[in-house]
């Protein structure tokens, strides 16, 4: 059939257009291309580089890292030292090994190393005031003052909200004791990860807003997914951080970074229009939850330096730091008990000593639980479920092992090869829980949220254990899936009652 006449103009147009972009877009890559490599080329030469390995033009080290960068890290400081460098993109990124170099950053220069690179996927979490991604500044240290000041208002040291702190923790505890129990009807198996996250997310709204949510409350649901969905794209921020150029033109990067936005764009909208119900039935002379703190610091304290705009940003934070590194340690822990039955006999056993089947048992049972103490300890430091921190910049110019590390260096925390240093742990990659004596400061260098979390992973944890028996799968354990916190892959567990 022949062509019309505007068909025959149409066809020509598409034909000779596509043959004019095509070459014009590879002439665009190849010079893009060159002028990186001169750049490279000419940093080489001004620049004195640490010690690392070679770097790609454009890309640098990126498709090196594979997907559990932390092993990688510790591969390369056995060749490069515990202090090197690599490249990510354009970034020039140094990352600190080993407990030496680590406790000189964080504990001897904490002030040099408190700076967070000026990151775009930073800047979109907690409305861009988040106090965990943003900067070391005056502003920074009152709004790790309210943040503290409030963990500490409802915590289990504070004797005047511990007991509504516990109700909570033990409310859900035992949920999960009959939602497991149902769940393994009839010997089945079961994959207890969304009952974890449900657990953590119901435990943090109630402390932050005051409420428990039914599993079928609509609200409820749609923030579960949202949490789901943030684990999912998290990745992808990374990515644009350090590599911006792959927002230019479509490629399945840009597509989840958009979703990764507007994540947090709900995310956040979620958390206002609570603040907002908390301002407006806010009563000074009673103090109902975490957010009700938060507004009586910042909007009525009489030293507050930041605008009422951070309370939102402040909730946002308690209850992203609280819900994802929960629900991981308690999946770790539960995989952990149904890998080793011998360590599960000997935890049950201490604390039917100690506790009982005759009461409920509370925080003042932890001293006497030693092992269960160092069980949590080893699974923290054997995991190591956040394995990298959230990056860090340097404030100043700083040396470390006799290496220069120049002011808004972006520093990568490979907090694995601390927990897994072969001369600082006998056999590191063993699961022991004997190994760990409870000594002070033997997690001085991880996160101290973690450290914060451990009461109230007693007290469910001991709720578990009263009541259920996991039985092991060992062969459904196939590692981790590697999103901002190491989480492992999917497991099947199945419960029996011991009441």
């Known amino acids: 059939m022949a062509l019309t006449e505007a068909e025959f103009e149409s066809g020509s147009i598409m034909k000779e257009w596509g043959g004019q972009v095509q070459p014009a877009l590879i002439a665009s890559f190849i010079i893009l291309f060159f002028l990186e490599a001169c750049l490279w080329v000419r940093n080489l030469t001004i620049k004195k580089r640490l010690p690392g390995p070679f770097a790609w033009p454009l890309v640098g080290n990126a498709m090196q890292l594979g997907q559990m960068p932390h092993i990688t890290f510790s591969k390369l400081a056995k060749k490069y030292g515990n202090v090197y460098q690599i490249r990510l993109g354009r970034s020039d990124i140094v990352v600190l090994n080993g407990d030496v170099a680590i406790r000189k950053a964080l504990i001897e220069h904490s002030t040099e190393f408190a700076g967070r690179p000026n990151f775009l996927s930073f800047q979109m979490i907690s409305g861009g005031r988040s106090m965990v991604f943003s900067s070391y500044s005056k502003q920074w240290k009152v709004h790790r003052k309210v943040a503290q000041s409030t963990l500490r208002a409802f915590s289990m040291a504070n004797t005047q909200t511990k007991q509504t702190f516990e109700q909570h923790v033990v409310g859900e505890a035992m949920d999960l004791v009959q939602k497991f129990l149902r769940l393994s009807a009839d010997r089945r198996d079961f994959n207890p990860s969304h009952e974890f996250t449900v657990a953590a997310a119901n435990v943090i709204c109630a402390l932050c807003f005051g409420k428990r949510y039914g599993l079928d409350d609509p609200e409820f649901r749609t923030l579960l997914k949202r949490v789901e969905k943030f684990g999912e794209t998290v990745g992808a921020g990374s990515l644009v951080d350090v590599m911006p150029w792959l927002q230019s033109f479509p490629n399945p990067v840009r597509s989840v970074y958009q979703n990764f936005k507007l994540i947090n764009e709900e995310f956040f909208a979620y958390v206002k229009d609570k603040v907002v119900q908390h301002r407006d039935t806010y009563d ?7 957010s009700d703190a938060i507004i009586g610091v910042i909007e009525h304290g009489k030293e507050s330096m930041l605008t ?25 822990i539960l995989l952990l008990l149904a890998k080793y039955p011998s360590i599960q006999t000997k935890l049950q056993e201490q604390i039917d ?3 009982g089947r005759d009461r ?3 925080i003042e049972d932890k001293s006497n639980l030693a092992y269960l103490d160092a069980f949590i300890y080893e699974t923290m430091r054997y995991t190591s479920f956040v394995p990298v921190t959230i990056p860090h910049s340097t404030t100043s110019d700083v040396t470390i092992e006799g290496l220069h590390i120049p002011k808004d260096t972006v520093v990568f925390i490979n907090q694995w090869s601390v927990n897994h240093d072969p001369q600082k742990w006998q056999d590191p990659h063993i699961f022991n829980p004997q190994e760990q004596p409870g000594l002070p400061g033997r997690l001085h260098l991880r996160n101290h949220a973690l450290h914060q979390l451990r009461p109230r992973h007693h007290t469910a944890l001991h709720h578990l254990r009263r009541h259920h028996r996991r039985s092991p799968h060992p062969q459904r354990h196939r590692g981790v899936h590697q999103p901002m916190v190491r989480q492992p892959r999917p497991s099947k567990v199945a419960g029996s009652s011991h009441l």
């Open 308 to 332: 009422k705009d951070f309370v939102e940003s402040t909730v946002t934070d308690l209850i992203g730091a609280g819900q994802d590194t929960v629900s991981t340690v308690m999946q770790w």
């Open 353 to 355: 000593k100690v506790v």
């Open 360 to 362: 409920l048992p509370s």
């Open 284 to 290: 000074p002379e009673v103090t109902r939850d975490m």
